[in-house]
């Protein structure tokens, strides 16, 4: 069964410090890799989409890294901000509709 | 939130009640999807359509029905069979699905309650 793990389930952080979200899925065959903010009663908006080839990609302050053959993926948040507090979700692709959803990492940012 | 629409935002209903949820996008997208979502899970698959007039079921498609009669529209009707109706539902849609791995872009939400 594909699955999609998260962690840590939930996080509080100090406003303009740095945290790190992990991302590890059994999906395969693999074709890619999303992340996801998604905020309180909102629906989910792209942040970084990698393939099979790619191992980092940036969005602003946002960093994803994935690592194939591990199947692990990574989200750097740096200077976090106070509108950084969502929900992120990790999505994991084996065919072009067939998405894995993890359960998300709650990101709470305290001034 | 991109060029899709859901409505109403928030839905009541009462137990043995159907209703229907909409989803309008003016995106030019073919692929349109509905999801669910529950606290402390992932976004669950209920319907998707490539195209109109045509749609599949996904992972959780019991107790719910959809139609595709133009692009631009993919309503969701929640029915008195869904057992656990309340959740939070979510509509996308992407441009195809076959090719390319194509970015799916998600509506704002209907958060359904039914007591």
């Known amino acids: 069964k594909n699955q999609v793990e998260q962690s840590p389930q939930s996080l509080i952080i100090l406003e303009g410090k740095n945290c790190t979200l992990q991302?590890?899925?059994?999906?395969?065959?693999?074709?890619?890799l999303r992340w996801y903010k998604q905020d309180t009663g909102r629906g989910p908006v792209s942040l970084t989409i990698m393939t099979f080839s790619e191992n980092t990609k940036s969005n602003g302050r946002y960093t994803a890294t994935l690592d194939a053959d591990t199947k692990q993926s990574s989200l750097h948040i740096t200077a976090s901000q106070l509108s950084d507090s969502a929900s992120y979700i990790c999505?994991?692709?084996?065919?072009?509709?067939?998405?894995?959803f993890g359960a998300g990492t709650t990101v709470t940012v305290r001034a | 939130d991109g060029g899709i629409t859901q409505s109403p935002k928030y839905l009541f209903r009462k137990e043995g009640q159907n209703v229907t949820l909409s989803c309008e996008q003016n995106?030019?997208?073919?692929?349109m999807y509905w999801y669910r979502q529950d606290p402390g899970q992932g976004l669950r698959l209920i319907y998707y359509s490539q195209i109109v007039n045509d749609f599949q079921k996904g992972d959780i498609a019991e107790g719910y029905s959809v139609s595709r009669e133009k692009k631009e529209s993919f309503p969701l009707t929640v029915t008195s069979a869904q057992k656990n109706p309340t959740a939070f539902y979510l509509c996308a849609s992407s441009p195809r699905t076959s090719g390319r791995s194509y970015e799916q872009y998600f509506g704002p939400g209907t958060r359904l309650t039914v007591t």
């Open positions: 991302c590890n899925y059994t999906v395969s065959p693999f074709s890619n």
């Open positions: 995106l030019n997208h073919d692929a």
């Open positions: 999505v994991v692709s084996a065919s072009d509709y067939k998405l894995s």
